[in-house]
């Protein structure tokens, strides 16, 4: 189930912006438009969402972050250099233009929340992290940031709860691929919901 899902730097959007799930305090209508997750941090979560405002005001673009990200984290380590830079479109005027692109999603599933988080330029991945909550408090199975000289990256140390190859996969890790497409095409088990949710769970169809 989508949580929530925010975006910063991405085609008409500068400023971060969030589309959310989470319900209100407000109890009308829980019968028919709620789910009850079971989980404390986020016990009830909205049946669907309705995006709605004028002609040009972003609400494609949005729908175009979620396709960007989910098609990077299934195809990241099969971009060439090209590909990988026309997936970075930055809102163009002032600074924002040569700042990251950020994507932020969060998702249940079977119970386990995943917080996943991305930044990237026409040229590298510049931030990507992984936050898994199996009870209130997060574990941080990856992190990597990059450094400021060219393809250096510094990689925060994986969660003892994060199990598998991880220094096989990490090296297997390019600068424009993403660590959870890597880890996950090599058969990192922990990372298969998450993978598998972008692949089947999170279903895009534009008119």
């Known amino acids: 189930m989508l949580i929530g899902f925010k975006l ?21 209508h829980e019968s028919t438009h709620c789910i009850r997750t079971g989980v404390k941090s986020v016990p009830r979560l909205s ?4 995006l709605f405002g004028p002609n040009a005001g972003g609400k494609t673009n949005l729908i175009n972050a979620l396709i960007t990200l989910k098609d990077l984290a299934l195809h990241s380590t099969a971009l060439t250099g090209r590909e990988f830079a026309e997936r970075y479109t930055p809102f163009r005027f002032g600074a924002w233009a040569s700042r990251p692109t950020e994507f932020e999603l969060d998702v249940l599933l079977d119970e386990i929340r995943y917080r996943y988080t991305l930044a990237y330029d026409a040229e590298r991945v510049v931030a990507e992290r992984l936050l898994v909550y199996r009870t209130g408090k997060s574990q941080r199975w990856f992190e990597r940031r990059a450094g400021r000289v060219r393809n250096a990256e510094a990689w925060t140390p994986f969660s003892p709860s994060f199990n598998g190859a ?5 090296k297997a890790t390019g600068s424009r691929a993403l660590f959870l497409t890597a880890a996950a095409r ?4 922990q990372l298969q919901p998450l993978f598998r949710w972008f692949e089947r769970g999170l279903t895009i169809v534009l008119p």
């Not at 910063?8 to 009308?28: G, I, K």
């Not at 991880?166 to 990490?170: A, I, N």
């Not at 090599?186 to 088990?189: Q, Y």
């Open 186 to 189: 090599l058969n990192s088990e």
């Open 8 to 28: 910063r730097n991405f085609r008409s959007f500068a400023d971060e912006q969030t589309l959310s799930y989470v319900m209100s305090p407000d109890h009308a």
């Open 166 to 170: 991880r220094e096989m996969w990490r």
């Open 47 to 50: 049946r669907a969402a309705i």
